[in-house]
C-alpha cells in the first residue's frame, strides 16, 4: 500500500524500546532515533502566518479545539471530536515552517493531542483543498515548503531503498496489525460483513477475475507482498512468478506459499518490474503503482503491455486522487514522503487512462470498481488492530514516537478515503480490438 494525500502522507526510522510517559505526559521523541525532532524550528513570522490561517480555517469546521489556558476554537458541539494543543508555540512553528510536514510531526511528538484522530481528521480531509487560499497555496509551494530529495527518485536502484525504509521495518510488525492473508490493500467487504479476513479474500479473488486467472495460466504478479494473491491464483490452478524488490517479504513469502501447499506453482523473484522478462497469460498488480512515480508511469505500463501475451488481461488494483489536486500535488514533498512512503505519488483516474493511451499499444481501461469507503473501513481494522496490541509492537523495538507516527499515518488515510478524497479502483486492462 502506498498512500500520500495533497497535505500529508512516511522513513521510518525503526525506534528503539521507548519508555511510555507518565500519565498525561506529553512524549517527546528519543534523540538517538529521531534526531531534531523534539525541537521545533524558529520561524516567528511563519508562525504568526500560520496561526491566524489555523483559527481562520477551523472557525468553521465542526471540530473543538482546546488551547492550555482554556481557549475553544471551532464550531463543534458537545460531541465533536476535540483537539487539544498542548504546545502551541512548538505547534504554530512547526506549521509555519512547513505545513505539509508540521502537522504530523507535531502530533508525533505530541504538541497536538486527540482521543478521535480518524474523528478530528476528517473534517479536515473534506476541506483540504480550500484550507488554505489557493494564492497562499501557491507562494507556499515555491518559497516555504521542501522539495522531494533527488535520491528518493523511484530509479531501479532508488526503489529498492524506497521499498526497503517501509516494507523491511519488520515482518512481526506488519503481522500484528494485518489479517491472517497478510494483505497491505484495502478490502471488498460484502454487504452486512464486517470480517477483515473474507474481505481481503473477496478483494484477491475479484482483482483475479478482473485479470481473468484461470487454471492452467501463467500469471505474472508485480508487487508479491506477503504472498496472499499467489497463494490464491495458484488455488485457482494458475502458475505464478511474482516479483518483489524487498528481501523481507521475499523470505516470508516464500515460507507462507509452503505453509499454503503452493510453493511448486509458484516462483517468488526478487527483481523490479523494469527488469522483468517472459510472457503471461495474465498480470496483477495490487497498490504498486503508487510506488512507481509520476516519470516512470509510461515505463510501468510500456511493461505490463510487453509482459502480456495476446488476449491477455491485466488486473491493476491503484490508489487514485481526483486529478486537479493531482497536477498541483505532485511535486510535493508531504509528511507521508518523509516517514512513511518515499517516493511515491498517487495517479488520478486520468493519468492512468492518458498514460496507457500514450504508451501501450492498446492497452484499455475495460472494466472498474471503486473500493474507497472499504479502504476506511480496512483501515479502521488497521489502526485498531495495532493500537490493541501495542505492547506488542514495543516489545518488537519501537517506540512511542514510532506509535503516534503510525497512529497518525493510519488515521490520516482513514480519513481521506471516508470524505472521498482519495478512492482505490480494481481496473480490468484490455487490449481494444484492431479492425
Not at 34 to 51: D, F, H, N, Q, S
Not at 54 to 69: E, I, K, Q, T, Y
Request: charged share 25%; hydrophobic share 40%; net charge neutral.
Amino acid at each position: 500500500m502506498t498512500m500520500q494525500h495533497d497535505g500529508i502522507a512516511v522513513p521510518t526510522p525503526g525506534g528503539v524500546r521507548g519508555t511510555r510517559p507518565r500519565t498525561h505526559a506529553v512524549p517527546r521523541p528519543n534523540e538517538g532515533v529521531w534526531p531534531g525532532l523534539a525541537t521545533p524550528p524558529v520561524a516567528p513570522a511563519k508562525a504568526r502566518i500560520a496561526e491566524s490561517l489555523f483559527r481562520n480555517a477551523v472557525r468553521s469546521l465542526p471540530v473543538r479545539v482546546v488551547f492550555p489556558g482554556g481557549e475553544r476554537l471551532g464550531a463543534g458541539g458537545p460531541t465533536s471530536p476535540v483537539m487539544r494543543i498542548e504546545r502551541p508555540s512548538a505547534f504554530f512553528h512547526r506549521l509555519g515552517a512547513n505545513s505539509k510536514i508540521g502537522f504530523g510531526e507535531s502530533y508525533m511528538v505530541g504538541d497536538w493531542t486527540t482521543t478521535d484522530l480518524p474523528g478530528l481528521l476528517t473534517p479536515f480531509a473534506a476541506r483540504l483543498s480550500t484550507l488554505v487560499p489557493p494564492a497562499l497555496q501557491r507562494l507556499g509551494r515555491r518559497f516555504a515548503e521542501a522539495r522531494r530529495p533527488t535520491a528518493e527518485v523511484n530509479s531501479v536502484e532508488g526503489s529498492r531503498e524506497n521499498i526497503h525504509r517501509h516494507y523491511d521495518l519488520s515482518n512481526e510488525l506488519f503481522s500484528l496489525f494485518l489479517d491472517d492473508t497478510m494483505s497491505y490493500s484495502a478490502g471488498w467487504f460484502a454487504d452486512g460483513s464486517d470480517d477483515l479476513v473474507l474481505a481481503q479474500e473477496r478483494k484477491i479473488d475479484g482483482i483475479l477475475d478482473m485479470a481473468g486467472v484461470e487454471a492452467g495460466m501463467h500469471v505474472l504478479e508485480i508487487g508479491t507482498g506477503w504472498g496472499g494473491l499467489a497463494t490464491r491464483a495458484a488455488q485457482r490452478g494458475a502458475r505464478v512468478t511474482t516479483l518483489t524488490i524487498s528481501q523481507e517479504q521475499k523470505t516470508l513469502a516464500e515460507a507462507r506459499l509452503a505453509e499454503a501447499g503452493v510453493a511448486d506453482r509458484v516462483q517468488v523473484l526478487l527483481r523490479d518490474y523494469r527488469e522483468a522478462q517472459g510472457s503471461y497469460d495474465a498480470v496483477v498488480s495490487v497498490e504498486m503503482i503508487e510506488a512507481v512515480g509520476v516519470e516512470y508511469w509510461p515505463t510501468y505500463f510500456a511493461a505490463l503491455d510487453r509482459l502480456l501475451k495476446p488476449g491477455g488481461r491485466v488486473g491493476l488494483q491503484s490508489i487514485t486522487m481526483p486529478h486537479d489536486r493531482m497536477m498541483v500535488a505532485r511535486n510535493d514533498y508531504t509528511w507521508i514522503h518523509k516517514y512513511v512512503f518515499p517516493g511515491g505519488i498517487i495517479p488520478s483516474v486520468e493519468a492512468i487512462e492518458d498514460t496507457l493511451a500514450r504508451h501501450t499499444g492498446g492497452l484499455h481501461v475495460a472494466e472498474r470498481r471503486s473500493l474507497g469507503y472499504d479502504y476506511a473501513r480496512t483501515l479502521g481494522h488497521w489502526r485498531t488492530r495495532f493500537l490493541e496490541r501495542w505492547d506488542e509492537v514495543e516489545a518488537l523495538g519501537f517506540d512511542e514516537t514510532f506509535r503516534r507516527m503510525w497512529e497518525f499515518y493510519l488515521g490520516y488515510c482513514e480519513a481521506g478515503f471516508r470524505v472521498g478524497y482519495l478512492d482505490v479502483f480494481q481496473f480490468s486492462l484490455q487490449r481494444r480490438p484492431s479492425f
